[in-house]
């Protein structure tokens, strides 16, 4: 089983259409987590940080459940743009060290 | 700009051959990350290197090795390449107080 898993989609959308993402870790000692986002052909950047409080930036929405180890992202109104793939990322130290990546979800948002 | 910089963008190596690949980390980071991405996945960790030394290794083969250098630059080298070897190598930088910037990739195709 991987450390960190995700459903691999695609998932195909229309714009506007609200879409969530989970993602599960194995590890119950990881620190820290976030989201990436990877266009074709490209490096990750990171999108957002997920807190145990939940954070929200704009139409993007991140949860973290510790109980149950999973992490959710929400994609609302979405757009054009946001299709790329969704990579989930754990870490066991709040900073430095081995980062962990699922193998990622892939949305295209269509007209 | 300041962020991470690689080279060389695209290689192509023969099976057997030894290859190198260089990554600058982004101004004020003091930390380099080397990932694995294969096709289809999710960015996987080959080691990290801080202070000139390994400080954590994933699960790769000792063909893999590294070096950092007094101004943090780094290098990946790996020998007797496999055609699996082929992959996008990304480079990530990051320091104590800032999380990863990863690097546009260098693809490496084995032939």
């Known amino acids: 089983r991987k450390e960190v898993e995700q459903d691999p989609g695609p998932f195909n959308v229309p714009e506007g259409a609200t879409v969530a993402f989970n993602c599960t870790y194995s590890?119950?000692?990881?620190?820290?987590f976030f989201w990436y986002r990877q266009d074709c052909r490209k490096e990750p950047k990171l999108l957002m940080s997920?807190?145990?409080s939940g954070n929200e930036d704009g139409r993007f929405t991140a949860q973290l459940n510790r109980a149950s180890q999973y992490i959710s992202l929400l994609i609302r109104d979405s757009k054009l743009s946001d299709s790329a793939t969704y990579l989930c990322?754990?870490?066991?130290?709040?900073?430095?060290?081995?980062?962990?990546f699922g193998d990622g979800t892939t949305l295209t948002v269509k007209p | 700009d300041a962020g991470v910089t690689q080279s060389p963008t695209h290689l192509i190596k023969t099976r057997g051959q030894q290859v190198t690949l260089r990554c600058s980390p982004k101004?004020?980071?003091?930390?380099v990350s080397w990932y694995q991405q294969a096709l289809g996945q999710g960015p996987q960790f080959i080691f990290q290197y801080y202070e000139e030394e390994e400080r954590q290794r994933g699960n790769f083969p000792d063909r893999f090795s590294g070096h950092q250098f007094p101004n943090y630059s780094s290098e990946l080298n790996v020998n007797a390449l496999l055609l699996g070897d082929s992959a996008l190598y990304l480079c990530a930088s990051s320091s104590d107080r800032d999380g990863y910037t990863f690097g546009s990739g260098t693809r490496l195709t084995v032939v």
């Open positions: 101004s004020g980071h003091d930390t």
């Open positions: 990322v754990v870490n066991r130290r709040t900073n430095a060290g081995k980062s962990t």
């Open positions: 997920v807190y145990s």
């Open positions: 590890n119950s000692a990881s620190q820290s």
